[in-house]
């Protein structure tokens, strides 16, 4: 039997209402009335971080779009070669509960010092045109389902050439970004082939989970910025 949902925080937003709930010991994240994402299981989430952290020699600065349930920023705060980490989310409620350690799963973030919480739009960040500024040696985007199954339908511009361009300029030399897909995407895969410049390469990470019964194919596409700049 399926157990009801509690509301543990709720708040509306331009955006639409932004809700967590818990649902017996799973946390679920809802926005707009829409279920985003929930503590089933967050192996994806974290492989978004140790999968980038695995290719990049010296990730000493990270930048994270999309806070979700904290678990991508748990994951690269364990490596100890990242010195600092600028999550960027746009939900302002979820900083505030997470600073305000509403739930255990958001609760600390910043605690260390290592960790610094935005309420910003991740393209105007990635674009110069707010704050917190690069570039970073990481730039790991998961601020949606993916291009075909938007909670937001804004976000589609954020999968999109001039987007992925504008995080590709946010980029250290050396540097990888490495957007999360709840589904193979690939328009997306040929939108980073299309904002990639020689010496650059791209790749597609095809991830599957077994949940509720079912075998998911999740995705993550990387693309690894060349020296040249």
Avoid: I, K, Q
């Avoid at 993916?146 to 954020?158: C, Q, S, Y």
């Amino acid at each position: 039997m399926n157990e009801s949902a509690v509301t543990v925080a709720r708040e509306d937003t331009p955006d639409g209402e932004v809700a967590l709930r818990r649902r017996g010991e799973v946390l679920e994240l809802v926005v707009d009335g829409v279920f985003a994402m929930d503590t089933v299981d967050t192996s994806t989430e974290v492989l978004l971080a140790t999968e980038s952290l695995r290719r990049h020699p010296a990730p000493a600065t990270v930048l994270v779009g999309g806070l979700g349930l904290g678990f991508t920023t748990r994951a690269v705060l364990s490596d100890p070669r990242v010195r600092h980490v600028d999550v960027v989310e746009l939900a302002s409620p979820l900083v505030g509960w997470a600073r305000a350690g509403r739930v255990p799963e958001l609760a600390g973030l910043e605690g260390g010092g290592r960790c610094a919480l935005h309420v910003a739009d991740v393209g105007a960040v990635l674009r110069g045109g707010a704050g917190p500024t690069g570039p970073w040696d990481l730039v790991l985007l998961d601020v949606d389902n993916g291009p075909d199954f938007l909670v937001h339908t804004g976000n589609a511009r954020l999968y999109e050439a001039p987007a992925l361009a504008a995080a590709r300029g946010a980029l250290a030399p050396g540097g990888l970004l490495v957007v999360w897909s709840s589904h193979r995407a690939p328009r997306l895969l040929a939108a980073l082939g299309a904002v990639a410049a020689g010496g650059d390469w791209v790749d597609e990470v095809v991830l599957t989970v077994h949940r509720e019964g079912r075998d998911l194919e999740y995705a993550l596409y990387a693309l690894a910025r060349g020296d040249g700049g």
